[in-house]
T-cell receptor, first 115, second 112 residues
Framework: DAEITQSPRHKITETGRQVTLACHQTWNHNNMFWYRQDLGHGLRLIHYSYGVQDTNKGEVSDGYSVSRSNTEDLPLTLESAASSQTSVYFC??????????????FGPGTRLTVL | QQQVKQSPQSLIVQKGGISIINCAYENTAFDYFPWYQQFPGKGPALLIAIRPDVSEKKEGRFTISFNKSAKQFSLHIMDSQPGDSATYFCAAGGTSYGKLTFGQGTILTVHP
């Protein structure tokens, strides 16, 4: 069955370190998204990609970067981790169904703690 | 312009009751309105979605009501069950692009 996976599921790091969160999907979806979830803020879009070599900034992109070298993967990098980036991170993917926005399928999440 | 406002932040309902969660949006270009359900420790999953060509969509105990002129939509859960206890997110998007704007989320607790 097609799926979307994230690794690691839990990560503790120190302020200033570079951290990369992995996202891998086997849906063969063109669209991939990274969100962070914080209480009271819902899901906020960090970066997204509509295909290989395409990346776009979301509403909370400062301090984060992504790259898309193939269809299956969209790793999220925190260049210099800050305590404000402690959060739960979700990756999602979607295709295009008959020209309409298609369902986004979410991964299980990565809980990141920055000390 | 891109905001989606969701209320209430938390909701407690007795088993068998009706749960109602409301959302309002600003961007008139939005034409796709899904609701996602999230259980603790899991990623959100699509529950039900509506497009603005209809005012209501029902799937089992879950109904979306849509008011285009007021730029509001709501989720109604009939005969609420303890298994419905979860966080619910409304979202809005456009058919010309794949990204969604999510509301702040509602934590629903259904007491047995």
């Amino acid at each position: 069955d097609a799926e979307i996976t994230q690794s690691p599921r839990h990560k503790i790091t120190e302020t200033g370190r570079q951290v990369t969160l992995a996202c891998h999907q086997t849906w063969n979806h063109n669209n991939m998204f990274w969100y962070r979830q914080d209480l009271g803020h819902g899901l906020r879009l960090i970066h997204y990609s509509y295909g290989v070599q395409d990346t776009n900034k979301g509403e909370v992109s400062d301090g984060y970067s992504v790259s898309r070298s193939n269809t299956e993967d969209l790793p999220l990098t925190l260049e210099s981790a800050a305590s404000s980036q402690t959060s739960v991170y979700f990756c999602a993917s979607s295709g295009i169904d008959s020209g309409y926005t298609d369902t986004q399928y979410f991964g299980p999440g990565t809980r990141l703690t920055v000390l | 312009q891109q905001q989606v406002k969701q209320s209430p932040q938390s909701l407690i309902v007795q088993k068998g009751g009706i749960s109602i969660i409301n959302c309002a949006y600003e961007n008139t270009a939005f034409d796709y309105f899904p609701w996602y359900q999230q259980f603790p420790g899991k990623g959100p999953a699509l529950l039900i979605a509506i497009r603005p060509d209809v005012s209501e969509k029902k799937e089992g105990r879950f109904t979306i009501s849509f008011n285009k002129s007021a730029k509001q939509f709501s989720l109604h859960i009939m005969d609420s069950q303890p298994g419905d206890s979860a966080t619910y997110f409304c979202a809005a998007g456009g058919t010309s692009y794949g990204k969604l704007t999510f509301g702040q989320g509602t934590i629903l607790t259904v007491h047995p």
